[in-house]
């Protein structure tokens, strides 16, 4: 019947798993009151008032849903991310009883994300996930790419694990320099739980990275950047802003300005160089002039 209603195959485990779903599932919470009528050989609901449609959602709260579960799918590979999987098949599960639908091969049709490939490091996700919950340290073994060819091994007391541009890192203590540090987890080589505890720091990871374009932090006060920008970025920059604390100053036929309250790192020259020609900086004119000689260091390596 399914396969004739709905043009999908399904086979039976398939079937039985999903209907166990339904009646036991705690976190759908349908427990639907579903037996199997030997006579009949079918299955039915016990209580004729019953219907899942009562725990129903609305048109746009499925699609929403729909999307949500499918990028955190994309992170199924993601070793501790990998139990997220399970998850969200069951919500995509639910979603497609509800809507009659075949919810992958529906949604593909209409919604294209961006593709998320596992990193070097990954894997060590797991133990520091765990590691932080027991507030226990970590023996690392770390490889910098600007001394590749000298590997220390560390103490440390993770604190916090974030994600920037498809690379993971961890924020740790390391006691022997005494300062928080940031750990690229594509630069560890050997990882292992300690059974020495520690006591967190009193840390705002979000005040911390506040004036930050990206993972890196520096002692230096953040700054305020005027930028000009051609009135085609423009437009791109305001619809999708480069810091949260972007402000618009002025637009023309001829640019539009704008500044940022940032701390100027590696990442920050990285973005403002990936707009080529597009962009000018006004002001200050030390980050300008820092902007020239990357420009003129590129240019030289296609004179030489």
Same mark, same amino acid.
Do not use: C
């Given at each position: 019947?399914? #396969? ?8 039976? +485990? ?6 166990? *779903?339904?009646?036991?599932? &705690? ?24 219907? @899942?449609?009562?725990?129903?959602? +609305? ?7 729909? *999307?949500?579960?499918?990028?955190? +799918? ?31 091969? /529906?949604?593909?049709?209409? $919604? ?15 133990? @520091? ?26 103490? $440390?007391?993770? /604190?916090?694990?974030? #994600? ?43 005040? /911390? ?5 990206? @993972? ?7 700054? #305020? ?13 305001? &619809? ?41 900086? *006004?002001?200050?004119?030390? *980050? ?9 260091? &590129? ?6």
């Amino acid at each position: 019947m399914i #396969e004739l209603e709905l043009s999908i195959q399904v086979d039976i +485990k398939t079937l039985q798993e999903d209907l166990k *779903i339904m009646k036991d599932d &705690s976190v759908l919470g349908y427990y639907a009151p579903i037996e199997y009528d030997t006579r009949r050989k079918a299955y039915y609901y016990t209580d004729r008032n019953y219907t @899942i449609r009562a725990f129903g959602l +609305k048109e746009e709260e499925v699609q929403t849903l729909l *999307i949500y579960a499918q990028r955190l +799918k994309l992170y199924s590979d993601y070793g501790l991310l990998q139990l997220f999987s399970t998850a969200m098949d069951k919500v995509l599960n639910a979603v497609a009883i509800q809507k009659n639908v075949g919810t992958d091969a /529906h949604l593909q049709d209409w $919604v294209q994300f961006e593709e998320v490939l596992p990193v070097q490091g990954s894997e060590f996700i797991p133990v @520091i996930a765990d590691a932080l919950e027991r507030k226990l340290k970590l023996q690392l073994t770390y490889r910098k790419f600007q001394n590749y060819d000298v590997a220390s091994v560390k103490i $440390v007391a993770p /604190h916090l694990l974030k #994600e920037y541009e498809n690379r993971w890192y961890m924020m740790a203590y390391d006691a022997e320099d005494d300062r928080m540090k940031t750990y690229a987890l594509d630069r560890i080589e050997e990882l292992k739980r300690t059974d020495s505890r520690f006591e967190s720091q009193t840390i705002d990871f979000q005040e /911390h990275f506040k004036y930050s374009m990206g @993972i890196t932090i520096t002692d230096t006060p953040p700054q #305020e950047i005027i930028l000009s920008f051609d009135p085609i970025q423009g437009r791109y920059i305001k &619809s999708l802003p480069l810091h949260h604390t972007q402000r618009v100053l002025r637009e023309t036929a001829q640019e539009t300005l704008l500044s940022i309250f940032v701390k100027p790192t590696y990442e920050f020259y990285a973005k403002i160089l990936s707009f080529g020609d597009k962009v000018k900086v *006004i002001a200050p004119a030390e *980050i300008a002039a820092e902007l020239q000689q990357m420009l003129a260091k &590129s240019i030289e390596k296609y004179n030489s």
